[in-house]
């Protein structure tokens, strides 16, 4: 079970007890429960709810993060297809109208000093 519906299930539960146990003494008694009960019941209910709806908010953020990353990998992949090939045949080209062979130089030997010349 997710963290969201987690806390959904413990702030019902929360408040079904609170009212329950609310109900049930001011049947038998004609009072309510302690102040100190209600208020933990209602400040895990607070709680959770909370919980449930920064849960809700992170899950609905992470699938728009999602669905934008996809979006741009699929943009990417679509511009690199389409420029990979323009570029490749302009460098070929210029490569091929300047018709100049780089010279390739082979180093000396490297001695060791002035002493082994």
């Known amino acids: 079970m997710t963290l969201k519906w987690s ?8 408040v079904t007890l609170c009212v329950t146990g609310n109900a049930v003494t001011l049947a038998l008694d004609g009072g309510q ?5 209600n208020l933990v019941a209602l400040v895990a ?17 992470n699938d728009r993060v999602t ?3 996809e979006f741009l990998v699929e ?9 990979g090939d323009r570029n490749a045949g302009f460098v070929e080209g210029y490569l091929l109208s300047h018709g ?3 010279a390739v130089l082979p180093f000396g ?6 002493a082994e010349r």
């Open 100 to 102: 100049q062979e780089a």
């Open 33 to 37: 429960l302690p102040l100190l009960v």
């Open 67 to 69: 669905a934008l990353t």
């Open 75 to 83: 943009r990417l992949r679509e511009i690199e297809a389409h420029t």
């Open 7 to 14: 806390a959904v299930v413990v702030a019902t539960v929360s």
């Open 109 to 114: 030997r490297r001695g060791r000093g002035a």
């Open 45 to 61: 209910a607070s709680t959770a709810i909370v919980l449930a709806v920064i849960a809700e908010l992170h899950e609905r953020l």
